[in-house]
């Protein structure tokens, strides 16, 4: 008898952590920069693909001013009032506005100062993140009654691949409607959705008609679907790049997808490939449904070794930020820092750390990774790859020991501040607000 | 001329013992799990160091011939320990041999030379004043268990900060101090000569140097003891002891003390609570050991859950002087303090769920422990 009771509570468990939408995610590190060969293999193989690409149907489905929305559904009186969440204080950011309120030119990552002067009337209320976390749940647990392949990429986005499913479903775009009346009906929220053939096409159809929308774009239409559209809706375009290739007449992406791939690549380098793949709609990433995740992490290849202990450094910083706020993305710490060094020989080592409590932040993480690297060769040998994980997560959410001559203001002002960079760079790319170490060269881009 | 004596085998074992905690641990140098045996005048002097805590033990002998040589001291220790003779000899042979009769038994034992053994540390017997050995272990015993583990924080708490401070009345007090970033012990007692040495800033003795010490204040009614600029020196009859202090500084810990609120404080009787706590921690995730402590004016409801087993609750009288609070901890560290204390009431002030928490009980007047709370 007892021992039916210990599974019966390990399944509910485990039940609990699947549809959790932060306490899974992904094993694995993001796709190195490729090397050149390996960069041309794969060029060659996205043109194969581009047929099978239009087999595949994703939907990208983006929950309509997330944040707004949940306060207004469990206050009902706010209903058409401009509604802002964010910041616990004049000094912080927004983290969502209501469409009422974004009409009085409020959006996320405005001062909390500045919104209240442009919406007076504005009904301000402070982040609930657990609210927030619970209905997540239940939307990410309709979106798995029709795939498996549900990849979240926010309490409030998530990818679908819903190619198996018709047979069963019907139509992707007829899923897609499905899904946004269940959201409508059960949780009594709106969301916008985009179907397309990949990832990158449908998270810019989703986007298109906010809020309550459904764009689909038909098998092989993606070229044709993004051709009027604006550089600055493509991923990876922030306001650099749309200045650089304004200079070059780009307006559209269908401009940006006439202009050959040896002129972007020449400007832009590794990013002029991405640039061109990605104006014609090409994207073979494939929806990555969660698992359990083990470890956060970032790894990257140099274009040339390092050898000089200032860059060594440069990078290691960029990669612990990168670390860091993909860690506060997924809502985890982790305790166990890795660093990760090949050197030119293509020899690796790794060295770990563990800390006294789990961390994202990326100070923090730089600063372990630093004395890691001091125990490396790092130097003496020239490096040809930087990596920093982290392991022994935990859910930022979960029970925390609080630091003793560190007291609790400092960590709470500091969670503040990561939300407000971290809302920021949403916002307006992720290159945005960086520390000061990595901003040489930032101009000329 | 080569040493050979002939020692008492249980005067031998227990000097021998007491070096084994400072000889065992797995280095780089080898010679440091050796332990160093010289013969001169009417005695034996059997020392043992690991480079941070160097002990010397005198033990009576006959001397046949001066001398010195190293023998693996777990080794060493092991032949004492199961013979069953009352004597044993030791005589020093060629190629640093080392032969040892006791009773009917013959060893060869392979040693190292002397001369390559590190040399003991001078020091300034002048410095030296009388301390009782049960005030010592009763300072230590109240701060050992929140000593920083090796590697858990940033800053210089492996150890423990001692302090010597005149009082206004003019009285003088030894102070012990420990943190693991955490939490905070801190146990002042008062003593009869003032520890000059012991400057406002104090000293920091590393962990494995304060449990040796506890070692000599449980056997000995009066130790020795002196701090000089670099290390500790702590005599008792037939031993010495030097510790080799640790460098930086001991965080800004009187800065927390003096920033905790004493106004709502929670009056509880300790034996129930411990054992109340420890029931809770039955319950609890072995990473953190999260306890819920809901209070308000007449009780305190304690409860924890884990995933895996289930929860707990139980339901305590107490006294509190504040708006209803609700904040957790980790169990174990109150199950640590609450052991320690002699009352029969303790006093928590508790003041938000984010700022320090302090102990303390009226009965048991030079302790206190701070206790960080969790963020549930």
């Known amino acids: 008898m007892e021992r039916k009771d210990v599974n019966l509570s390990t399944l509910l468990k485990i039940t609990e952590r699947r549809h959790h939408p932060c306490a899974g995610a992904r094993v694995r590190y993001d796709t190195p920069q490729a090397s050149p060969a390996r960069r041309t293999a794969a060029a060659n193989i996205s043109q194969a693909n581009m047929t099978a690409n239009r087999e595949r149907r994703i939907i990208h489905l983006d929950m309509d001013a997330f944040y707004a929305s949940v306060e207004v559904l469990d206050q009902p009186a706010l209903r058409g009032r401009p509604v802002i969440v964010g910041g616990g204080s004049e000094r912080g950011v927004v983290s969502a506005a209501s469409y009422e309120a974004r009409r009085f030119g409020v959006h996320s990552a405005l001062p909390i100062a500045t919104a209240r002067r442009l919406c007076p009337e504005g009904v301000f209320l402070p982040v609930r993140m657990e609210r927030y976390r619970e209905v997540s749940a239940r939307i990410m647990e309709i979106f798995r009654r029709y795939t498996p392949l549900v990849e979240p990429l926010s309490l409030d986005e998530a990818f679908l691949d819903v190619t198996g499913s018709r047979p069963l479903f019907g139509p992707a775009e007829e899923i897609a409607r499905t899904i946004k009346e269940l959201v409508r009906t059960e949780i009594g929220l709106t969301v916008s959705a985009g179907v397309a053939g990949s990832k990158l096409v449908a998270k810019i159809a989703s986007d298109l008609r906010k809020p309550d929308g459904l764009t689909l774009v038909p098998p092989g239409g993606e070229r044709e679907f993004l051709a009027n559209l604006p550089i600055g809706k493509l991923w990876g375009v922030g306001q650099a790049s749309r200045e650089a290739l304004g200079l070059m007449g780009v307006r559209t992406i269908g401009d940006l997808g006439r202009l050959p791939l040896s002129l972007l690549e020449g400007k832009f380098g590794k990013h002029g490939r991405h640039l061109h793949e990605a104006a014609l709609g090409i994207d073979n990433r494939e929806v990555e449904p969660e698992r359990e995740m083990k470890s956060v992490g970032h790894e990257e290849t140099f274009a040339a070794d390092l050898t000089r202990r200032q860059d060594l450094e440069r990078e290691l910083l960029a990669l612990a930020v990168r670390v860091g706020r993909r860690l506060r993305r997924y809502g985890v710490r982790g305790r166990t820092v890795t660093l990760k060094v090949k050197y030119h020989d293509f020899k690796q080592v790794t060295r770990s750390a563990t800390l006294t409590a789990a961390t994202d ?34 859910e930022a959410g979960a029970a925390r020991q609080l630091d003793l001559f560190a007291p609790g203001h400092g960590q709470a002002k500091k969670e503040g501040l990561h939300r407000a960079l971290d809302a920021i760079n949403d916002k307006y790319g992720s290159r945005s607000i960086l520390p000061a170490a990595l901003m040489e060269g930032e101009e000329e881009k | 001329m080569s040493m050979i004596v002939n020692l008492s085998r249980e005067e031998l074992l227990a000097k021998l013992a007491s070096l084994q905690n400072v000889t065992g641990k797995k280095g780089t140098i080898a010679i440091l799990s050796n332990v160093l045996i010289e013969a001169r005048n009417e005695a034996v002097e059997i020392t043992g160091t690991d480079l941070e805590v160097g002990i010397r033990n005198r033990v009576q002998a006959e001397v046949r011939a001066e001398g010195a040589i190293t023998l693996p001291s777990k080794k060493l220790f092991e032949i004492v320990r199961e013979s069953d003779a009352a004597q044993l000899s030791m005589e020093v042979r060629d190629n640093n041999w080392v032969r040892i009769k006791a009773g009917s038994s013959d060893y060869n034992l392979a040693g190292m030379p002397a001369e390559e053994y590190p040399s003991f540390p001078e020091h300034d017997e002048g410095a030296l004043v009388p301390l ?7 300072l230590i015993d109240k701060t050992f268990f929140s000593i920083a583990q090796e590697g858990e924080s940033q800053f210089n708490l492996t150890g423990v900060l001692v ?10 007090v030894l102070k012990m101090i420990s943190s693991d970033g955490h939490r905070l012990s801190l146990m002042e007692r008062e003593i009869d000569s003032p520890l000059a040495v012991i400057r406002e800033k104090g000293v920091i003795i590393p962990r494995k140097g304060v449990q040796e010490i506890r070692k000599f204040a449980e056997g000995n009614e009066i130790l020795q003891v002196g701090f000089e600029e670099k290390q500790a020196v702590i005599k008792s009859g037939e031993s010495l002891m030097v510790i080799r202090l640790m460098n930086g500084d001991f965080p800004d810990y009187k800065g927390i003390l003096n920033g905790i609120g004493r106004e709502r404080r929670l009056s509880i009787e300790r034996a129930p609570f411990l054992n109340s706590m420890k029931r809770m921690n039955l319950f609890t995730e072995d990473r953190y050991n999260a306890v819920t402590f809901k209070i308000d004016r007449e009780r305190l409801v304690l409860s924890s ?47 938000s769920e984010e700022s320090p928490c302090l102990v303390q009980a009226e009965e048991d007047p030079g302790f206190l422990s701070v206790i960080m709370p969790m963020k549930l």
């Open chain 2, 305 to 351: 859950q884990s995933m895996d087993i289930g929860n707990a609750k139980d339901e305590l009288p107490a006294k509190y002087d504040g708006d209803p609070i609700e904040l957790g901890f980790n169990g174990r560290y109150f199950v640590e303090v609450l052991q320690v204390l002699a009352s029969t009431t303790v006093q928590i002030a508790i003041n």
């Open chain 2, 163 to 172: 302090q010597g401070e005149q009082k206004d009345g003019g009285s003088n």
């Open chain 2, 132 to 138: 009782p050995g049960e005030l010592l272990k009763d």
């Open chain 1, 361 to 394: 932040d990326e100070g923090e993480i730089c600063r372990e990774a630093g004395e890691l690297l001091a125990r490396t060769e790092a130097g003496r040998k020239p490096v040809r790859l930087l990596g920093i994980s982290l392991a022994n997560l935990a």
